[in-house]
């Protein structure tokens, strides 16, 4: 006689699970969504507060997010934003990417040569050092006012963080993985692609994305002083007309633009580079 009491009770959980497929544990949200939900928050805070508090100054010295919009969409309507946007987005884009280049290159030959490091780490530090906004002067005298001296301006200022970072990178190689790589017979530029490059790119990107601010604040310093073009030049313009809230809308396009940039170098390395996002998390 089968004793009943002792057979196992049935999974009534599972039961339901096996029912209704559409049942789903409940549980916290992902972080990454978590995350997504603070930084809305905190936007919309900063947002109402800086809507209350410019209210209630001049705009003579202060505007608000409202008269802002409101000022982009009439700039937006004649053309006069995007056709600065393009200009400073030229200069911009050519330069970080000649700053890129230069800096990658260079920095891969000082961290991998001690010779190369010895005959130009003290140039680098001394023009890294020098604010370099000084010889806007001297850059007018070489290039005049036209958009070489804006480009030069832009490569001057973005080239160094990226020199560095990816110098420093190619110091901190293991030589343990340089050590296997000669025991395997690979010769220099077998290192420099297999080992050295892949080891040193995190380093690279971190360069990158702090070049990129340089470079933005290199394009409206130019603007300023050399041609007077672009969204620099918009600031200029409001600024000497006292319109507030026109002169804050170059001021959060280029805000806007940096974050943006910054970004696709962030998705690039997790593109490139995914063992560095994997052990970030």
């Given at each position: 006689?089968?004793?009943?009491s002792?057979?196992?009770?049935?999974?009534?959980?599972?039961?339901?699970?096996?029912?209704?497929?559409?049942?789903e544990?409940?549980?916290?949200?992902?972080?990454?969504?978590?995350?997504?939900?603070?930084?809305?928050?905190?936007?919309?805070?900063?947002?109402?507060?800086?809507?209350?508090?410019?209210?209630?100054?001049?705009?003579?010295?202060?505007?608000?997010?409202?008269?802002?919009?409101?000022?982009a969409?009439?700039?937006?309507a004649?053309?006069?934003?995007?056709?600065?946007?393009?200009?400073?987005?030229?200069?911009?884009?050519?330069?970080?990417?000649?700053?890129?280049?230069?800096?990658?290159?260079?920095?891969?030959?000082?961290?991998?040569?001690?010779?190369?490091?010895?005959?130009?780490?003290?140039?680098?530090?001394?023009?890294?050092?020098?604010?370099?906004?000084?010889?806007?002067?001297?850059?007018?005298?070489?290039?005049?006012?036209?958009?070489?001296?804006?480009?030069?301006?832009?490569?001057?200022?973005?080239?160094?963080?990226?020199?560095?970072?990816?110098?420093?990178?190619?110091?901190?190689?293991?030589?343990?993985?340089?050590?296997?790589g000669?025991?395997f017979?690979?010769?220099?530029?077998?290192?420099?692609?297999?080992?050295?490059?892949?080891?040193?790119?995190?380093?690279?990107?971190?360069?990158?994305?702090?070049?990129?601010?340089?470079?933005?604040?290199?394009m409206?310093?130019?603007e300023?002083?050399?041609?007077?073009?672009?969204?620099?030049?918009?600031?200029?313009?409001?600024?000497?007309?006292?319109?507030?809230?026109?002169?804050?809308?170059?001021?959060?396009?280029?805000?806007?633009?940096?974050?943006?940039?910054?970004a696709?170098?962030?998705?690039?390395?997790?593109?490139?580079?995914?063992w560095?996002?994997?052990?970030?998390?």
């Open positions: 006689m089968t004793n009943l002792q057979s196992p009770a049935p999974d009534l959980s599972s039961a339901d699970s096996a029912a209704n497929p559409a049942i544990e409940i549980g916290p949200p992902p972080r990454q969504y978590r995350y997504r939900l603070l930084r809305l928050a905190s936007f919309l805070v900063v947002m109402l507060a800086w809507e209350w508090l410019g209210r209630q100054v001049a705009p003579l010295f202060m505007s608000y997010p409202s008269a802002i919009a409101r000022a969409v009439e700039m937006t004649d053309g006069e934003l995007g056709a600065a946007l393009l200009e400073s987005f030229k200069t911009l884009l050519l330069g970080f990417a000649i700053s890129s280049l230069l800096g990658v290159a260079l920095g891969l030959a000082i961290g991998r040569y001690r010779t190369v490091e010895a005959m130009s780490d003290w140039l680098v530090n001394a023009l890294y050092a020098t604010p370099l906004v000084a010889i806007i002067p001297l850059v007018i005298l070489w290039f005049g006012l036209g958009f070489s001296a804006k480009l030069f301006i832009v490569v001057i200022l973005a080239i160094f963080p990226i020199l560095i970072n990816t110098a420093s990178g190619v110091r901190n190689v293991s030589e343990q993985l340089i050590d296997v000669t025991a017979a690979a010769n220099e530029r077998e290192i420099f692609v297999k080992i050295i490059f892949p080891a040193a790119l995190p380093y690279m990107m971190t360069g990158l994305r702090l070049g990129i601010g340089r470079a933005i604040i290199g409206v310093v130019a300023f002083f050399t041609a007077i073009t672009g969204l620099g030049a918009l600031i200029v313009k409001y600024g000497n007309q006292y319109d507030t809230a026109s002169m804050f809308v170059p001021i959060l396009v280029l805000m806007a633009l940096g974050i943006a940039l910054t696709m170098v962030r998705y690039a390395e997790a593109w490139i580079a995914p560095k996002t994997t052990e970030d998390e």
